[in-house]
T-cell receptor
Framework: KNEVEQSPQNLTAQEGEFITINCSYS?????LHWLQQHPGGGIVSLFM???GKKKHGRLIATINIQEKHSSLHITASHPRDSAVYIC?????????FGTGTLLAVQP | KAGVTQTPRYLIKTRGQQVTLSCSPI?????VSWYQQTPGQGLQFLFE???????NKGNFPGRFSGRQFSNSRSEMNVSTLELGDSALYLC???????????????FGPGTRLTVL
């Protein structure tokens, strides 16, 4: 069993829909990162959080330390949100990555 | 402010050769981390350098090594290349205050290495 699990693995949505991507982890962590990777490889850090909730534009990230679970929400989704979303946790001396969620937003 | 740069962007090598990849962090960032991304294994953490010292290390064989210079630029070396080393190699920089892995990571565009 992977130490960081993401769901769903693939997600197709219609433009304007509310999207949720989930991340569960089994190790003790000091921080959790949400990353976005577009085709071609470039990775952008969306959020880093260790408690509570953060919001940036249409993106919201939450984390529940007790339940070892985090969610990334996208409101009013747009085709430009199509990308792979990756959850990563800082566990001790290394970053551990989830396998990613491939999101396709159709116009 | 310029972003993280990596050179070269693409590289083709043959088995048994060695390769050196370079990463220049954002000005003022003192921590540089390296990652390997493959279709089968996804993203994996290689190592992290801070002030010229390796502070964190992932589970990779000793063929993978790195170093960091006084200007925070970092190089990664892979010796005796194997077919399985074909991957996208990404570096990321962060300010590095406290635990670098608890800082926001700024990624470079990556170097795509193909081993034939």
């Amino acid at each position: 069993k992977n130490e960081v699990e993401q769901s769903p693995q693939n997600l197709t949505a219609q433009e304007g829909e509310f999207i949720t991507i989930n991340c569960s982890y089994s190790v003790g962590i000091s921080a959790l990162h949400w990353l976005q990777q577009h085709p071609g490889g470039g990775i952008v850090s969306l959020f880093m959080l260790s408690s509570g909730k953060k919001k940036h534009g249409r993106l919201i990230a939450t984390i529940n330390i007790q339940e070892k679970h985090s969610s990334l929400h996208i409101t009013a989704s747009h085709p430009r949100d199509s990308a792979v979303y990756i959850c990563a946790v800082s566990g001790g001396d290394k970053l551990i990555f989830g396998t990613g969620t491939l999101l396709a937003v159709q116009p | 402010k310029a972003g993280v740069t990596q050179t070269p962007r693409y590289l083709i090598k043959t088995r048994g050769q060695q390769v050196t990849l370079s990463c220049s962090p954002i000005s003022g960032h003192r921590s540089v981390s390296w990652y390997q991304q493959t279709p089968g294994q996804g993203l994996q953490f290689l190592f992290e350098y801070f002030s010229e010292t390796q502070r964190n290390k992932g589970n990779f064989p000793g063929r993978f090594s790195g170093r960091q210079f006084s200007n925070s630029r970092s190089e990664m070396n892979v010796s005796t290349l194997e077919l399985g080393d074909s991957a996208l190699y990404l570096c990321a920089s962060s300010l590095g205050a406290g635990d670098p892995l608890e800082n926001e990571q700024f990624f470079g565009p990556g170097t795509r290495l193909t081993v034939l």
